[in-house]
């Protein structure tokens, strides 16, 4: 028997998802898939230690209470607002199978997050994509389409500008359905959209604790919503979907906010440091609210540099698409990874 013909035809016809490269070698200065730079709290690492043991043996609890509430209490929800998930990405995915039937629309702003684009073809859903404009804000004719659900990152991704929240507001407004507001890189940026959640029903806000907890290896997120939402993912999330040793991570991580906070405040000065210095080795730098740059090189192609980098064990993001194939991404590293990266650059421009 051929399985492969078992498929559903639009699992067979689709690409998957290329997350970035986790590479083996440890010399590798790793400034391609936004991880955070430190090591998450100690009391994290310290809890997790204390958990290790017998009571591994048994399940976790499916609805992560402990989490949901120490997160609700530190941003001012109830635990019925909180769903947990493994990693932001299952919620993401949670949101579409909830809400979007076979031919359902599905609004995505281009470029964004390609993870979206994945799951809502996975789903058979029909696309609406929007290119951003110049200046990657959303543009007129998204406020005129109708879709079920539609995503947008704020901060942006792969951008890594700050999306006005009256944009937002008014696409919450016209899209007719959900408007999931994904707030991966929120703790590097100067706002965030929570107080839009008290009288818009249908936004829900996504977040993970992969960038500013350092805890992407943990993969542990959550979304906030209206009670009645949360009530429906909660129906469709798999029993069990976070382990023990995440929830308990999560738990702790948020606890110590304040650590996390001074640290993405370091990453925000080292940014914005690194930005000027690419400035200077020609290569116009998008504003940026993460912890990550999308600069575009004026004197070789994005991908000659990203190649060069990668020669010198510098791994940085490129991606090879319409548009954003000329800009490389650089996640904001220690500061003596900083360094190097723009010695390396330096020393390859200077050669072109
Ligand atoms: C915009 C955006 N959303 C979600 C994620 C995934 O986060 P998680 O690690 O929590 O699944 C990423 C990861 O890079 C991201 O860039």
Not at 35 to 45: D, G, L, M, R
Not at 132 to 152: G, H, N, R, W
Not at 245 to 263: D, H, M, P, Q
Not at 264 to 276: G, H
Request: net charge neutral; aromatic share 8%; proline share 5%.
């Amino acid at each position: 028997m051929n399985v492969n013909l078992l498929f559903r035809k639009n699992i067979s016809d689709m690409d998957s998802y290329v997350p970035g490269i986790q590479p083996k070698d440890a010399r590798v200065i790793k400034l391609n898939t936004n991880e955070n730079p430190y090591p998450p709290p100690s009391a994290v690492i310290d809890g997790l230690k204390q958990a290790i043991g017998a009571q591994l043996r048994l399940y976790p609890d499916p609805v992560c209470d402990d989490l949901r509430i120490a997160i609700a209490k530190t941003y001012g929800f109830s635990k019925d607002n909180i769903i947990a998930s493994n990693g932001s990405d299952e919620i993401l995915s949670m949101i579409i199978r909830a809400f979007v039937d076979p031919g359902d629309s599905v609004l995505l702003m281009y470029p964004t997050y390609s993870l979206y684009k994945v799951l809502a073809i996975a789903q058979s859903a029909k696309i609406i994509e929007c290119a951003l404009t110049e200046d990657f804000s959303i543009p007129q004719t998204a406020y005129s389409q109708q879709a079920k659900v539609c995503f947008v990152p704020n901060p942006n991704v792969p951008a890594g500008n700050y999306i006005d929240k009256k944009n937002l507001l008014r696409l919450a407004n016209t899209c007719g359905g959900i408007l999931v507001i994904d707030e991966a890189y929120v703790d590097f940026a100067e706002d965030s959209c929570l107080d839009l959640l008290a009288d818009n029903k249908n936004i829900i806000i996504t977040r993970t604790f992969s960038k500013s907890f350092s805890l992407a290896g943990m993969r542990i997120g959550f979304a906030i919503a209206d009670e009645s939402v949360i009530k429906g993912l909660m129906k469709i999330k798999d029993s069990y979907n976070l382990n023990r040793l995440s929830a308990l991570a999560g738990k702790i991580a948020v606890e110590n906010l304040n650590e996390v906070r001074s640290r993405a405040q370091s990453i925000k000065a080292l940014r914005d440091q690194t930005a000027k210095q690419l400035q200077s080795l020609q290569f116009e730098v998008l504003p940026s609210q993460t912890n990550f740059l999308f600069a575009r090189p004026l004197q070789a192609t994005a991908r000659f540099i990203y190649e060069k980098l990668l020669s010198k064990n510098i791994l940085v993001r490129f991606f090879d698409q319409p548009r954003v194939d000329q800009y490389i991404r650089v996640t904001i590293g220690t500061e003596n990874e900083m360094k190097i990266f723009i010695e390396t650059v330096k020393q390859i421009t200077e050669q072109v």
